[in-house]
């Protein structure tokens, strides 16, 4: 079994910066791909960015492309995300996901462990 733990989650206003953390125990050896995915009341959840397990493969959700840079520390089993230039309409939850995937898709269902999320707040 795997673990996650988000943190980092806040209130900001809109332009504003935070930087996510998701730390991983347990069985991390066999983690491959991990991601960010958020969800708004009321809406499905989103795949916001995803990584492989070297950090050779991303990608990014059309919407937060340009603003939001994910990157993994396997040696810390920790995975970060760094959201820049943010908008009221990254308002959400925040959730962490792992995977046995190689791929890092953007698939909330391709993914196994998942945190209980950080709630991030933009206001206008």
């Known amino acids: 079994q795997v673990q996650l733990v988000e943190s980092g989650g806040g209130s900001v206003q809109a332009g504003g910066s935070l930087r996510l953390s998701c730390a991983a125990s347990g069985y991390t050896s066999s983690i491959n791909a991990m991601g960010w995915f958020r969800q708004a009341p009321r809406k499905e959840r989103e795949g916001v960015a995803t990584?492989?397990?070297?950090?050779?493969?991303?990608r990014y959700g059309d919407s937060v492309s340009g603003r939001f840079t994910i990157s993994r520390d396997n040696a810390k089993s920790t995975l970060y995300l760094q959201m820049n230039i943010l908008k009221p309409e990254d308002t959400a939850m925040y959730y962490c996901?792992?995977?046995?995937?190689?791929?890092?898709?953007?698939?909330?269902?391709?993914?196994?462990?998942w945190g209980q999320g950080t709630q991030v707040t933009v206001s206008s």
């Open positions: 990584i492989d397990r070297d950090g050779d493969r991303i």
């Open positions: 996901a792992a995977g046995l995937l190689n791929t890092p898709e953007l698939v909330p269902g391709r993914y196994k462990y």
